[in-house]
T-cell receptor
Framework: DGGITQSPKYLFRKEGQNVTLSCEQN?????MYWYRQDPGQGLRLIYY???????QKGDIAEGYSVSREKKESFPLTVTSAQKNPTAFYLC??????????????FGNGTRLTVT | GQQLNQSPQSMFIQEGEDVSMNCTSS?????WLWYKQDPGEGPVLLIA?????ELTSNGRLTAQFGITRKDSFLNISASIPSDVGIYFC????????????FGKGTLLTVNP
């Protein structure tokens, strides 16, 4: 089955530690995205990448970093500089159709808890 | 930045009732999307709208792209318990990238 795999489902870290969230897709999608979701809030864009070795900051990039070394992989690192890292993190992907991008397809998320 | 106002924030209905929720934007969008999210899962696309005035159905769901391009609504007819979840609207204003702006969601509870 094609899809987006986010791992792990639950992640616990101590304050001050960096942590990397994995996102892999086998949909051959061109663009990949990271969103953060907090209770009662919409999804806020952290970073996105439209091609390999290139990525752009979203609306809340501070304290996060990403890489896009392979088309199918877009890991997100939550650094110790992120002031409030506890959240539900969603990875998504989209394919370029020639005239635009398809609607986002989401993974099932990673819930990060930092204490 | 762009903002989407989604209402209502939550709804409690009886099984069999119809549901309506909407989103309004401070700016024009070229695409409106509606997603549903089950607890602990990622959002799943329900309906995509690409043209002002477009009315699209997906089973018991119907969504419309407002003619001003600043609003959209989603209707669910004859609700069932599995309709429970959070419904999000999202809009894209076009351009070379594809960045969605999301509403804050409508939490739907269906009492059997």
């Amino acid at each position: 089955d094609g899809g987006i795999t986010q791992s792990p489902k639950y992640l616990f870290r101590k304050e001050g530690q960096n942590v990397t969230l994995s996102c892999e897709q086998n949909l051959n999608h061109d663009a990949m995205y990271w969103y953060r979701q907090d209770p009662g809030q919409g999804l806020r864009l952290i970073y996105y990448s439209q091609i390999v070795n290139d990525f752009q900051k979203g609306d809340i990039a501070e304290g996060y970093s990403v890489s896009r070394e392979k088309k199918e992989s877009f890991p997100l690192t939550v650094t110790s500089a992120q002031k409030n890292p506890t959240a539900f993190y969603l990875c998504a992907s989209s394919i370029y159709t020639g005239t635009g991008y398809s609607p986002l397809h989401f993974g099932n998320g990673t819930r990060l808890t930092v204490t | 930045g762009q903002q989407l106002n989604q209402s209502p924030q939550s709804m409690f209905i009886q099984e069999g009732e119809d549901v309506s929720m909407n989103c309004t934007s401070s700016s024009i969008f070229n695409t409106w999307l509606w997603y549903k999210q089950d607890p602990g899962e990622g959002p799943v696309l329900l309906i995509a709208l690409y043209k002002a005035g477009e009315l699209t159905s997906n089973g018991r769901l119907t969504a419309q792209f407002g003619i001003t391009r600043k609003d959209s609504f989603l209707n669910i007819s004859a609700s069932i318990p599995s309709d429970v979840g959070i419904y999000f609207c999202a809009g894209n204003s076009g351009g070379s990238n594809y960045k969605l702006t999301f509403g804050k969601g409508t939490l739907l509870t269906v009492n059997p």
